[in-house]
């Protein structure tokens, strides 16, 4: 493992278990064993070595997060059956704590400069379900618009999640908001939702 690896991965189980909103750079060098200069060298800025710890945490901690969205695009389901195992992934207890780190960086990445390349990434968590879509039959300006609108919905129900820990309850509000979404993507796909 390279020098630059083993601080990302100390950096990614700090913020982990500590967050990020008081996470200084000194601090974040503190918690790796070095010090400003040389994260400062490896990553450029605090805002870039946050970024990549955040997706070392979902790599390395959370797999079947990444795995799940990638799998949607080439599902062998339904769409509603497959959206759902994305869905069931995401909503897993064991990712609670990838939720509350996320939505953590994810309000410092609207505020705060330096966070455009994150941003980026997390503005694209879409394209699976608008490539899925397209796959369904959707011209593509469509499988965009309803992709970001599924991305928006669940976004919210994981903070519901996060807030009130019921997920029975976010489940339900969940299925039938999928089922609604399906029924509206097959008929815009000029499919019967029935079959």
Same mark, same amino acid.
């Given at each position: 493992m390279s020098e630059r690896d083993r601080l990302l991965h100390l950096v990614a189980g700090h913020l982990l278990a500590h967050g990020? #909103?008081? %996470? #200084?750079l000194r601090g974040l060098a503190r918690a790796a064993g070095s010090n400003n200069r040389m994260l400062l060298y490896y990553f450029g800025s605090r805002e870039q070595l946050v970024g990549e710890a955040l997706q070392a945490v979902a790599r390395d901690h959370f797999p079947g997060?990444?795995?799940?969205w990638s799998?949607?695009?080439?599902? %062998?389901? #339904?769409?509603r059956q497959d959206l759902q195992t994305v869905w069931d992934e995401i909503a897993a207890p064991r990712n609670l704590p990838f939720l509350r780190l996320f939505f953590e960086v994810f309000g410092q990445v609207t505020r705060q400069p330096g966070y455009s390349e994150l941003m980026g990434d997390m503005a694209a968590w879409h394209r699976p379900a608008a490539t899925r879509l397209r796959r369904e039959g959707l011209p593509r300006a469509a499988a965009e618009t309803l992709a970001t609108e599924l *991305?928006? *919905?669940?976004r919210g129900l994981q903070m519901t999640l996060i807030l009130t820990q019921d997920l029975r309850a976010v489940d339900r509000a969940q299925g039938q908001?999928?089922?609604?979404?399906? +029924?509206? +993507?097959l008929d815009q796909a000029g499919v019967d939702s029935r079959a």
């Open positions: 990020v #909103t008081s %996470s #200084t997060l990444e795995h799940a799998a949607l695009e080439h599902g %062998s389901g #339904t769409l *991305v928006a *919905v669940w908001a999928l089922d609604a979404f399906c +029924a509206r +993507a």
